[in-house]
Structure formats: C-alpha cells, structure tokens
C-alpha cells in the first residue's frame, strides 16, 4: 500500500513513519489555543490566514499610532465550526498571539501559521489590538469566554505612555467573506492631551522647570471597540486612583519668537461623563524682568490649579491646552480637535486667564488656585467672561511641533 499524506498545516504526515515535529507542533497548539473536548476539531486548510490594519484618526507624529506606524498587535481568534460566535466560546484558536512587521511596507507575520478552514461554511472570528503588550496592559487568556477584556494603568512617565488602539470584532468570517484577508480597523482607546507652551513675552532665558499633570491611573474594558466606556478601577478604599503624569523633555525653554511648541504629549484614561474629576495640573518657570518690588532679576512662577475643560477627555478625543507664559499673567486655551492630528484647525472650548496679585490692594486680587512668585505665595484671580471662566468657542490654527 503506498503512504498516504494528510496536509495539515505546513507539516506533512505520513502513514509509515510519522515526523517527530508533528507531535510538537500539535502540543503546542493545543496550548496556546486552550483546546478542550467541547470545541470543533482546529480546521486543517492550506490557505493562511493574511492580516492588514487601518487605524481612524491618522496622524503625523511617529510616537503615536497609525497605520503607517502600527508594527505589532495582539490578534484572538475563536474558531466554532459552521456555527455563529457565542458568548460561550473562547479563544480557542489563537489568544494574544503576537502578529508584527518591520515596517509598513512588510507583511504581517506570526507563528505558527494558521489556515483557513477547508469547509468553506465553517467560521474564525477576531479581535485585536496594538501595540502587542505595551507596559502596563493585561489581557484575558485561554479560559475566559465570551470577547476578550483589557485592563490598562496609565504610566507616568511620557516615554511610557502608548497610544493603545483596539479593533471593531470581526465576528464569524469565512475565507470567501474576505477573500482571505482579515483587515482590522483600528480605533483610539485613551484621550490625547497635547501640553503646548507659548513664550508670550519672547524673553530669551524663559525656563520651565516643572510640569505635572494628573490622570485616572486604569480601567478595564472589553477588547472590541463598540464605543463602551472605560470602567474605571478602585483602590482597595473605593477611591478612583490616580497618576501624576511627567514630561520627557524637562526643563524645557518656550521658542523666544513667540511660535508655539510642543512640551508634551500624554495619552489618558477617557473620563466618563458624569464622573466629578478635575484632574490637576503645576506648572513652575523661570522669566527675566523684576517682580514690581524690584527684588529679583528672575521672576519664578509656581501654580497648582484644575486643568481646563476635563469634560472634553472622552475616548479617542484629541485635546490640545495652549499655556501662554508671560511675566505677570498665565493664559491656558483648551482646543478640542476632530482628527488625532497636530496639525489643522481646533475648536478653541475656552480659555482662562490668571494674573498674579501679590496685595488685596491690587485691582486683580481674587481667589483662585495656589500659587506664588518668587516664593511668596499670591492670590489669583481668574477673568470670568459671561459669568463662566470661557471665551466664546471660535477657531485656532494648531501649528505641527
């Protein structure tokens, strides 16, 4: 009798005298895929699955995601035979796997390769998300049914910080459904805030010594993106935690030609609506000139505050705080952009000023955050425009940093 050869994958087996491999490759199928009694025989194709990626909201800078910059992804695959995804069934055919390229112009590779099913009835549905396991993300594994979750704690540290994007589910797709492609758009999880700083006086010598903004610390969430808010996490009190978020570049000089530059970009946890959180913000820098007694030929300036506008963090939002520096007068506009971009137009949501008054004798004492200059603590005041703390919403150019 001849032998009789079974294709499966991309080993081959014969009758006499079966490869070692074969054994090895099935273990570790069986492993990485949690297999058990009650799921369908894994399908033994000869067509592999191909993979591809769009991501909404492009945008121009490296250190974010696009799909140009996407290079890693963690993809689930749930295989049910001829019947439809339920919420009974796991990730029974790849679970985190790690699919990655060099660059854009690569393909998407893994291993081991999967197949495409040989019954054309028979169903894979996916999920994903990128990049492949940034610091700070945990994911489900092999015996949770049902979609996969996620739970993610911001880093403080920008250099940390990923622009963590999650994939509409692809659920029950056939080779013929896609001609073999399975293409996943991506969509932001986190709101991107963008810390620009103006040198409003032009003054050659401006410093900012210090920057430290605050975010809620992590949330849990299903993978698939289907515009379900983050549920954010507790400490063992109850009490939501937070983080203190840091620029990379520190201390760092504002352009003395008044153009406005980029000190930071961080991505936060989304703040769901209703929640009463004010995220916090300092700022410390350094001006040449006098204060008004003449004392110092340095002026340094030190506020604590809520930052502007925090109803705006929702999931996938661009924000953008223009902190206009001057000697005697701190000026934060919040802009709200419709794509993930630098560049284009933002609409300005508000803006509030604060002018530093060092006696109640001066025309802008107040109350306002806590501050101080020059290490004396002042009071603020805050101009109020139509009984609210905003100008009228209107437009602003965002300059690429």
Aim: with cysteine; charged share 15%; net charge neutral.
């Amino acid at each position: 009798m001849k032998n009789r050869t079974i294709k499966a994958g991309r080993l081959f087996i014969h009758k006499n005298g079966i490869r070692a491999g074969v054994t090895v490759f099935l273990l570790t199928l069986l492993a990485a895929c949690g297999a058990d009694d009650n799921t369908p025989d894994m399908p033994q194709g000869d067509i592999p699955l191909d993979f591809g990626v769009s991501v909404d909201q492009a945008v121009s800078r490296a250190a974010e995601t696009t799909a140009s910059s996407l290079s890693s992804m963690g993809v689930y695959a749930y295989y049910t035979g001829n019947s439809n995804l339920s919420t009974s069934d796991k990730p029974n055919f790849m679970c985190n796997q790690k699919v990655e390229r060099t660059n854009s112009a690569s393909p998407w590779t893994y291993s081991p390769v999967k197949y495409w099913p040989n019954n054309p009835a028979d169903k894979v549905s996916f999920y994903a998300y990128g990049p492949y396991a940034p610091k700070g993300l945990n994911v489900s594994g092999t015996t949770q049914s049902g979609p996969p979750t996620m739970e993610y704690t911001i880093q403080g540290a920008e250099a940390d910080q990923a622009d963590l994007v999650i994939a509409g589910a692809l659920p029950n797709q056939t080779y013929a459904s896609n001609n073999g492609k399975v293409s996943f758009k991506m969509f932001h999880a986190l709101t991107r805030v963008d810390i620009n700083v103006t040198n409003v006086d032009k003054a050659t010598g401006m410093t900012i010594t210090v920057f430290t903004m605050g975010s809620l610390l992590d949330g849990k969430r299903p993978l698939p993106y289907d515009n379900e808010e983050w549920n954010l996490l507790t400490g063992g009190s109850g009490i939501l935690t937070k983080v203190t978020c840091i620029p990379t570049r520190l201390p760092y000089s504002p352009a003395t030609d008044g153009t406005k530059t980029n000190l930071a970009t961080f991505f936060v946890m989304p703040i769901r609506k209703g929640l009463a959180y004010k995220p916090s913000f300092k700022i410390a820098y350094t001006t040449p000139g006098n204060v008004p007694s003449g004392e110092a030929p340095v002026q340094t300036i030190e506020w604590n505050d809520k930052i502007p506008s925090p109803e705006t963090w929702t999931m996938g939002a661009h924000i953008s705080y223009n902190f206009k520096l001057e000697k005697k007068k701190l000026t934060i506009t919040t802009s709200t952009h419709p794509t993930w971009d630098d560049a284009g137009t933002g609409t300005v949501t508000g803006s509030v000023v604060i002018t530093y008054a060092v006696n109640p004798s001066d025309p802008n004492w107040g109350t306002g955050g806590s501050g101080s200059v020059n290490g004396k603590p002042v009071v603020t005041h805050s101009t109020v425009q139509n009984d609210v703390q905003w100008e009228d919403g209107g437009t602003e150019i965002v300059e690429k940093s």
